[in-house]
């Protein structure tokens, strides 16, 4: 059985999900490393995220009761895993070119 807490928090972080899903600026960039955005979810956690054109990465969940300077050091870190593993992705999967046709014609 899941307490009510749990319930809560789930909750709120879906509909956080759902906010960054349909506009990913929606919340503000983190002042702490360039590129990434936070989600307070509940007053002691905060989402810190990233995306490009097609997905969303969430970086780290931080309880905002520690040391803001721990903050930095994750996220420096955890950026720097995400950059390599994101260009890894890309060599393995090169990016398809698209084509959009909007009311205009024009092309991705």
């Known amino acids: 059985m899941v307490c009510k807490s749990k319930k809560n928090f789930i909750k709120k972080l879906d509909q ?17 490393v360039k590129g990434l955005h936070r989600c307070v979810i ?14 969303i990465y969430v970086v780290t969940f931080f309880d905002n009761r520690q040391n803001l300077g721990r903050l930095k050091t994750i996220l420096i870190n955890k950026s720097i895993r995400l950059r390599k593993i994101i260009l890894d ?8 070119s698209r084509k959009y046709k909007g009311n205009s014609g024009a092309s991705l």
């Open 42 to 55: 509940t007053k002691h956690i905060t989402l810190y995220y990233r995306y490009d054109d097609s997905n």
């Open 16 to 32: 956080s999900l759902t906010l960054i899903k349909a506009n990913p600026e929606y919340f503000q960039k983190s002042e702490l």
């Open 89 to 96: 992705e890309n060599e393995r999967n090169p990016p398809i």
